[in-house]
């Protein structure tokens, strides 16, 4: 038996594995207690790779096993970011997909995104991947054909964390139950500062991957690297695809990158549902907003990743602060699926998420309207 590896296992064992399938705990499967944690390969060892990693390994169900980059020094200060026990160190992100981890965290640019998710998927991995789901039509349709084939029994997330985070489900729940209302309008924002910083490197290629951000192909532009988590709460709110899009943009403080610094913009949905929204990383240190607005009949729900706000009328308004960041909402919610069985695979829901932005983006080039039937066909 010991000869025999844990894929050659799975692909001789088939239907009839299945069919015998029985539910145990997961210390009766791995053994020790140190080895019935759930075991997790970072790819991608940069800010929010890392930041992701660290809640993985200080939840009591998971461990961080493994580390893959391009590049050593990322390598070395996510190991001592995320306090990872002498992890094993990967450059190839395949040979990491081969190792023996059950779940892998996909924190790369956005534009490796597609590859790197349908090969998790090969593998037969959990995947939790950040978003977005790619940075062009192209990668996004690729995205949802591996999402198609994950595994039934294996879990697919995307970092889109409103959709786990306490006062986002209490602000929906509200909204479904008629407690504002018909929902007649709405208005979202991420209106901040710069979270990029380049950095010179010698080698032109080096330079452009270690500065993706920069780069409208590597990133996609800020209007679907950062607002996309905007325009998923749209997509579950809404419940709907938007109709077109009309937008502007400008350069006006970062000049040398390839991406635009502020936007503002209008989507038209059914039902005559019209959506402002509006974006910049240009604002001054200490200013920011961020979140989204529902106008109803009876009220106005305001949702943020700090909190919730329901307007019930001008002297009754309640406030929900969230207790914390809620990607630790996300994460563990992804591990709870993975403990108990209970999977999910998001993947299309999400890449449908990223094309409000890729939409919007289009709109903003043109300084004028992109129709997504026009654009995207029946995706």
């Known amino acids: 038996m010991n000869s ?33 944690k759930i075991t997790v390969g970072l790819i991608g060892c940069g800010g929010r790779g890392s930041y992701d990693a660290r809640i993985f390994n200080a939840d009591p169900r998971a461990r961080v096993t493994a580390l893959c ?40 640019p956005p534009f490796e995104h597609p590859r790197m998710l349908a090969a998790a998927v090969q593998a037969r991995k959990h995947v939790y991947c950040e978003k977005p ?66 950095t010179p ?17 590597y990133s996609g532009d800020f209007v679907v690297e950062q607002d996309c988590h905007n325009f998923d709460v749209l997509h579950w709110f809404l419940n709907a695809r938007p109709i077109r899009a009309v937008a502007m943009s400008g350069r006006k403080v970062r000049t040398t990158m390839e991406i ?8 038209e949905f059914p039902n005559g549902i019209h959506v402002n929204y509006e974006a910049n990383q240009i604002s001054p240190p200490g200013f920011s907003k961020v979140g989204e ?17 329901h307007r019930k009328n001008a002297k009754d308004i309640e406030t929900i602060p969230s207790p914390r960041d809620i990607t630790y909402d996300g994460i563990e919610a992804f591990l709870m699926r993975i403990e108990t069985g209970k999977v999910e695979n998001v993947g299309e829901r999400s890449a449908i998420s990223t094309l409000f932005g890729i939409l919007v983006r289009t709109a903003m080039y043109r300084q004028g309207e992109a129709v997504w039937k026009k654009e995207f066909g029946d995706v």
Not at 145 to 150: D, E, H, P, Y
Not at 201 to 217: G, S, T, V
């Open 4 to 36: 025999i590896s844990r894929r050659e296992l799975i692909r001789r064992g088939g239907a009839a594995a299945a069919t015998t399938f029985t539910i145990v705990a997961p210390q009766a499967v791995r053994g020790s207690q140190a080895n019935s």
């Open 133 to 198: 789901m790619g940075v062009d039509l192209a990668g996004v349709k690729a995205m949802i054909a591996a999402s198609k084939k994950q595994d039934p029994k294996k879990d697919l997330a995307v970092g889109f964390q409103q959709r786990y985070g306490p006062v986002y489900l209490e602000a929906f729940k509200r909204i479904q139950e008629g407690q504002i209302g018909e929902l007649v309008n709405a208005r979202a924002f991420w209106i901040a500062g710069d979270p990029f910083k380049r």
């Open 293 to 309: 607005e529902f106008t109803g009949t009876k009220g106005v729900m305001e949702t943020s990743r700090a909190r919730m706000v």
């Open 69 to 108: 980059d391009l590049f050593p020094d990322r390598v070395e200060s996510a190991t001592a970011s995320i306090k990872a026990d002498k992890p094993a160190v990967y450059s190839d992100f395949e040979k990491l997909l081969a190792s023996d981890v059950d779940a892998v965290v996909i924190a790369t």
């Open 260 to 267: 635009m610094d502020h936007m503002s913009g209008t989507f």
């Open 201 to 217: 490197y010698p080698d032109p290629k080096i330079e452009k991957l270690r500065n993706w951000f920069c780069y409208k192909d």
